[in-house]
Nanobody, 119 residues
Framework: QVQLVESGGGLVQAGGSLRLSCAAS????????VGWFRQAPGKERELVAR????????DYADSVKGRFTIARDKAKNTGYLQMNSLKPEGTAVYYC????????????WGLGTQVTVSS
């Protein structure tokens, strides 16, 4: 019903910046929230940030607060994660995901994009 495709990952030095994009297609009008998750090898997947699609309210994990900004362009059906002051521990596969009618469950997932932060 909703397809999500991430882009923008890559290699960046510690302290640098990267912007991830999440292009949504399909029944995008059904999306309630879009979240960015990350998963490093051997670690649990964690929610980094989320945005309520219609109104733009945001929430962040404490680990990225003040450094990351989540945003969306509703006209382009695209979400973004601006990552500043990147740290090596930010190295992970980053996924975007969207909720549907059940607002507390992420039903739609992209395939992920690799972010590598070198020290």
């Amino acid at each position: 019903q909703v397809q999500l495709v991430e882009s923008g990952g890559g290699l960046v030095q510690a302290g640098g910046s990267l912007r991830l994009s999440c292009a949504a297609s399909g029944r995008t009008f059904s999306m309630y929230a879009v979240g960015w998750f990350r998963q490093a090898p051997g670690k649990e997947r964690e929610l980094v940030a989320r945005i309520i699609w219609s109104i733009g309210s945001t929430d962040y994990a404490d680990s990225v607060k003040g450094r990351f900004t989540i945003a969306r362009d509703k006209a382009k059906n695209t979400g973004y994660l601006q990552m500043n002051s990147l740290k090596p521990e930010g190295t992970a596969v980053y996924y975007c995901a969207a909720t549907g009618p059940r607002r507390d469950r992420y039903d739609y997932w992209g395939l992920g994009t690799q972010v590598t932060v070198s020290s």
